[in-house]
């Protein structure tokens, strides 16, 4: 090639690159109707019986069911049952199935699909569901539309864990006698919502189409979805400004693109649909370590913590500072306890009396982006701030479950779900009973109590609810007095989409509800 | 006869090297913290000893360790690679569903940075101490020294975001119904700020190589006969300088060539591009041990493949070069 060629080709490359070709005139619309979703990670699988990440309840959740769905108080409403009764003794709960549903293969749902389900299947491979399935002495199907779940005990929280992701309802005609994880059907799920699972490009998108043979009439309102995945949070949200994306669900945006995004046109930000998870931040204590053994110690870290900036400042004003154990949404939450102001004298003279000597604590964030690692970095200062020294400790996910589950740590960040009861998603972080090794989810910090363990116990056990609020009321004064972990606050994960979406959000899950209802004014 | 001893010496050679390469990494993987169930059971967000226990049933990690490494290479040797435990299926139909588009991307990145790097510096030689020579100098220097991510994020901003010209994401419009042309064109498009941004960082090595090697070629006695000779001046550095400075480069681009097989993780994070550089870097956050290993087994077994190639094409490039 002659050099004056290699000019030529080489300015004819970028004068190609830079003329401006308007290219999109090459591309055709996408098809109207489907609804573009951006995805993170992306999901492991969408059997939801095995799969329980975000993400895959996100996608999942259009395509399985649960018997009830419920609003943003926790109130059931009707899902795959239409109607359930509850006994005098709080022992029998009978639930009255739809008729006429259909799985997406064409084959009739039935009350055998539930007992399936929930007895075999479920409790072989859900462990939050199998927890709650203690409670449950027998599960019968007395005819076709009837399913009756006969407990031990009155079991407080038993009407809120039938939400879809909670306990999805799987088809015995493919499961039944197969090895639930490795069962190919798998790959190719099969329930009765609102949309069928249509394809999925590994590392590209997963396409869900509308289920015509739903059983509500004239749902769903929308044709079908695209989930798309772009693991890189700035690129997800280039796309949602380049027009590419409709729906930015929770915790897919950094928090200082929000704004950007939500000063854009035909934008609405929405913090609905967690009502059910509750997501509450806190950062564990080691109770077995050092200083923290001090209840003074840990009451001082509550004091030294400015929680109110770290609201405002990494969360960008998301989200309420946490007063404790419960978060507002789950029921029992009570205000009745007592406050820990950002107070550095307090918290420097707590130090003092306990006798802290400087000892350092290591503090391990939560290594999910940016935002949580600023928020660590706050933390950090505050604590400086009254004298004590920590050390900020970096890791990838899988070893901060590995330091979490071995209780390899002084200070760690976490955030968990409630599920709208606190014999669900609280009990679990506080009672002697929960202090095993090897999960992140339990008593990590170690804190025992024999009287906490107790209200705890009977507040699960319990049917009334006034009964059960005096119990979980105390408990919360208990606990927040021995500052067992530093409650910090109860996130809120913003959904960003378009104006032109009505009725997005619908239930106490949200998103994770499935876009049956969604509807989408034609531009 | 003597290339193709030669070149059977080599895949011996790299067999050895590739059965080291799985057992070291092997143990490596197992070094890091976590394994796949307690991620998998993290991710849940709820979980208990008896879950965890059936995940790594499920999965074999309850048996000794040398007796998996054993199960392992036993697969292996039967080009085996084992499932994916995250995803519940077979590693080399993953890493199969990935390759083409990695390739795509690397190999156009590939041939852009090495014909404009290779055009560039052998340009800025021929006129070094002009400002045309200052102006390439200096705008590869920009290049190598900008990290790759705001590159790319800046390019994403420009030309996805702000003029609409180009995708910022993605390998094709999902959802487009095109024809098959316009599926090319639309893969094209998707392609142009991955693939540049990818090729401006080599582009930029390429082109500062070439005018090094250039300028030392043009100064020793063959190129100065030549010209005494009364060679025109172009052929000079055409024939004469071009190709003798080309050495070090196909050294370059054997190793980069290697390397573009494992992907490139940033730009295909960035780009939402689904290649095998974000297959692997996903696998090692997940702990996904028989995934990582496969992506390891096969970008190493290219990268050996790889070098046999570069040392045969030096023999071409210049004929005194012997195989040994």
């Not at chain 2, 077979?90 to 890493?95: H, W």
């Amino acid at each position: 090639m002659h050099r004056r060629d290699f000019i030529k080709f080489a300015s004819a490359t970028t004068g190609w690159l830079a003329a401006g070709q308007p290219w999109t005139a090459f591309a055709q619309g996408v098809t109207n109707g489907m609804l573009n979703v951006t995805v993170n990670p992306e999901p492991p699988g969408l059997m939801l019986a095995i799969i329980q990440n975000g993400p895959a309840q996100m996608v999942a959740g259009n395509i399985y069911e649960g018997l009830l769905r419920y609003d943003a108080e926790l109130n059931p409403l009707p899902g795959l049952a239409t109607s359930w009764k509850i006994s005098e003794d709080s022992l029998t709960y009978t639930f009255n199935l739809k008729p006429g549903v259909t799985w997406h293969d064409g084959k009739p749902f039935s009350a055998d699909d539930v007992v399936f389900s929930v007895d075999k299947l479920l409790r072989e491979t859900h462990a939050r569901l199998r927890a709650s399935l203690v409670a449950v002495d027998s599960i019968t199907a007395p005819d076709a539309n009837t399913v009756v779940f006969k407990l031990k005990y009155p079991f407080g929280p038993f009407i809120g864990i039938f939400e879809v992701g909670t306990m999805p309802i799987l088809p015995k005609h493919i499961y039944d006698g197969t090895d639930y994880r490795t069962n190919p059907a798998n790959n190719t799920p099969i329930g009765t919502g609102p949309f069928k699972f249509k394809e999925w490009v590994k590392g590209s998108y997963i396409r869900l189409d509308k289920n015509e043979a739903y059983h509500e009439p004239g749902l769903p309102g929308i044709d079908g979805i695209y989930f798309h995945v772009i693991p890189d949070a700035a690129s997800r949200a280039g796309a949602y400004e380049a027009g590419k994306m409709d729906i930015m669900p929770g915790g897919t945006v950094e928090y200082f693109d929000i704004a950007r995004l939500k000063a854009l046109p035909n934008t609405e930000v929405t913090t609905k649909g967690w009502e059910f998870f509750g997501p509450h931040c806190f950062m564990w204590l080691n109770n077995r370590n050092g200083p923290l053994k001090d209840v003074r110690v840990r009451q001082a870290i509550m004091y030294a913590l400015d929680r109110e900036a770290m609201k405002n400042v990494a969360w960008y004003g998301y989200g309420k500072v946490a007063t404790g154990p419960f978060n507002t949404s789950t029921r029992y939450h009570s205000d009745d306890v007592t406050k820990y102001p950002h107070d550095k004298a307090k918290a420097k003279a707590l130090l003092a009396e306990a006798g802290y000597k400087g000892e350092t604590l290591r503090l391990l964030p939560l290594p999910y982006g940016e935002t949580w690692q600023r928020f660590a970095e706050m933390a950090r200062q505050n604590l400086s701030e009254v004298g004590i020294k920590v050390e900020l400790q970096a890791t990838d996910v899988g070893g901060w479950n590995e330091k979490l589950n071995n209780w390899d740590y002084d200070l760690a960040f976490t955030y968990l779900y409630q599920y709208g009861d606190p014999a669900l998603g609280v009990a679990r972080n506080y009672t002697t009973q929960n202090i095993q090794k090897g999960s992140p989810w339990n008593n990590v910090c170690g804190y025992s109590n024999p009287k906490v363990d107790e209200l705890f116990e009977r507040g699960a056990k319990e049917a009334s609810s006034v009964k059960r609020r005096e119990l979980y009321v105390e408990a919360q004064k208990i606990l927040v007095d021995e500052v067992p972990v530093a409650w910090l606050i109860e996130l809120e994960f913003p959904t960003i989409y378009r104006s032109n979406i009505t009725n997005l959000v619908n239930s106490a899950i949200g998103l994770n509800d499935g876009f049956a209802r969604a509807k989408v004014a034609k531009a | 006869m003597n290339r193709l001893k030669f070149v059977a010496r080599r895949l011996g050679q790299g067999l050895a090297a590739l059965l080291l390469i799985v057992v070291v990494n092997f143990f490596l993987i197992r070094a890091a913290p976590g394994d796949p169930a307690a991620v998998m059971a993290g991710e849940a967000g709820a979980g208990d000893a008896k879950f965890v226990a059936q995940l790594r049933e499920q999965f074999g990690l309850d048996k000794p360790v040398l007796v998996q490494l054993g199960l392992y290479l036993e697969n292996v040797v039967r080009l085996d690679l084992g499932q994916s435990y995250r995803q519940q299926r077979p590693v080399a139909s993953l890493i199969a569903e990935r390759v083409p588009a990695t390739l795509l991307l690397t190999g156009t990145a590939f041939v852009l940075s090495l014909v404009m790097g290779v055009a560039l510096g052998a340009w800025s030689s021929s006129r070094a101490g002009t400002w045309v020579d200052s102006l390439i100098t200096t705008v590869a220097l920009l290049f190598y020294a900008t990290p790759l991510f705001w590159v790319a994020l800046m390019a994403v901003l420009v030309f996805s975001i702000s003029l609409d010209w180009l995708p910022g994401f993605g390998l094709a419009t999902v959802g487009g119904q095109f024809s098959a042309l316009g599926q090319a064109l639309d893969v094209a498009k998707h392609l142009v700020l991955p693939a540049v941004t990818l090729a401006l960082f080599y582009m930029a090595i390429y082109a500062r190589m070439t005018r090094t090697s250039m300028l030392e070629v043009a100064r020793m006695d063959f190129v100065k006969t030549a010209r005494a000779k009364g060679v025109p001046r172009g052929r000079i550095w055409r024939v004469h300088v071009l190709r003798n400075a080309l050495l070090p480069i196909v050294t370059l681009a054997g190793i980069q060539v290697g390397q573009m097989v494992g992907g490139a993780i940033l730009t295909e994070t960035v780009f939402a591009w689904p290649g095998i550089g974000r297959l692997m870097f996903e696998a090692l956050l997940q702990r996904d041990y028989n995934l990582l290993l496969g992506v390891f087994l096969f970008t190493a077994a290219m990268v050996v493949l790889f070098n046999i190639v570069t040392d045969v094409v030096y023999t071409i490039v210049d004929p005194r070069i012997e195989l040994t």
